[in-house]
């Protein structure tokens, strides 16, 4: 079963949690209290609607031994963990290790935004003390049918490359994640809330034959205006595909915090990380 949930609180396609919205205040007021240890917020937000269903190229490779499932791609590790998955790198997008946070990015957004001391600064140095928020997003608030005119989706309804943080930073053929492939890391692997050299995350490792292969995912928080929020207690990860809800605000991605991993329609101005894959899953 999947767990996916809206805006409502009500779970999407059949998660067993019932989850209370919120006062006024959007992605960051939102939290989904019955299925969480109590002491964290994980944020979520705007729009219901069905799973993408997008199908996508199988990956090719050869699945028969651990040095197949850890593979170096220049100076970016990466590692499969299912048959005919995607190879997922070991570090977010701007990280130098697998607990660093890496970069912040609006989906859509390529540039990335990093912290120094209380202010958000252009990962090219183009800005200082940038806010995430509404006015600047440009891809907030568009239907998908207007994302295709404007030039931010391919037809199947995903970022184009020149829109991908991952393509864009790492290049090649590295990409954000579909919506499936984050769907499928949180139901084909183990999910272990741990601490890595004093940062809070998940490792997820495969099952079976790929038992050996893993990443970790830190909790690396939320951009919010002009505030870093939730470090250490969630994480929030892009996917590449605008989200279903009926005020086209959102974008699916991954959310977690201690003891729930989710997929979710969160708003698409939030500053958040992104976890780039190769390959496609099959």
């Known amino acids: 079963m999947h767990d996916r949930l809206s805006n409502s609180g009500a779970p999407v396609d059949g998660a067993a949690a019932k989850n209370p919205a919120f ?3 959007g992605l960051w007021k939102v939290g989904i209290a019955a299925t969480i ?5 994980l944020v979520f937000v705007s729009g219901c609607g069905k799973r993408n269903s997008r199908s996508s190229r199988s990956s090719g490779g050869d699945t028969s031994s651990e040095q197949d499932r850890r ?3 220049g100076s970016h590790g990466k590692v499969q963990l299912w048959e005919d998955g995607s190879y997922w790198a070991e570090t977010n997008i701007g990280a130098e290790k ?12 390529t540039v990335g935004y ?3 001391g209380n202010a958000w600064v252009a990962s090219d140095g183009s800005s200082r003390n940038f806010e995430f928020g509404e006015k600047n997003t440009p891809t ?3 239907r998908t049918d207007k994302l295709k005119r404007e030039g931010w989706l391919t037809k199947d309804e995903a970022l184009v490359p020149k829109h991908d943080a991952a393509h864009v930073h790492w290049g090649g053929d590295w990409r954000m994640p579909t919506d499936l492939e984050l769907i499928r890391l949180k139901e084909n692997c183990d999910w272990t809330w741990t601490t890595k050299n004093g940062v809070n995350g998940y490792i997820v490792r495969g099952k079976g034959k790929y038992a050996s292969a893993s990443i970790f995912l830190p909790c690396s928080g939320l951009g919010n205006g002009a505030s870093l929020v939730d470090v250490g ?3 929030f990860y892009w996917s590449s595909d605008p989200g279903s809800g009926i005020s086209y605000d959102g974008a699916w991605g991954l959310g977690f915090t201690p003891g729930v991993h989710l997929t979710l329609d969160l708003y698409r101005y939030g500053g958040q990380s992104v976890r780039p894959v190769q390959g496609f899953t099959k």
């Open 37 to 41: 240890v109590a002491a964290a917020a």
């Open 71 to 73: 593979e170096e791609s």
């Open 114 to 116: 990093k912290r120094e």
């Open 140 to 142: 907030y608030g568009k």
């Open 98 to 109: 697998p607990e660093d946070y890496g970069y912040y990015f609006w989906w859509g957004d």
């Open 233 to 235: 207690l969630s994480g």
């Open 23 to 25: 006062a006024h205040g």
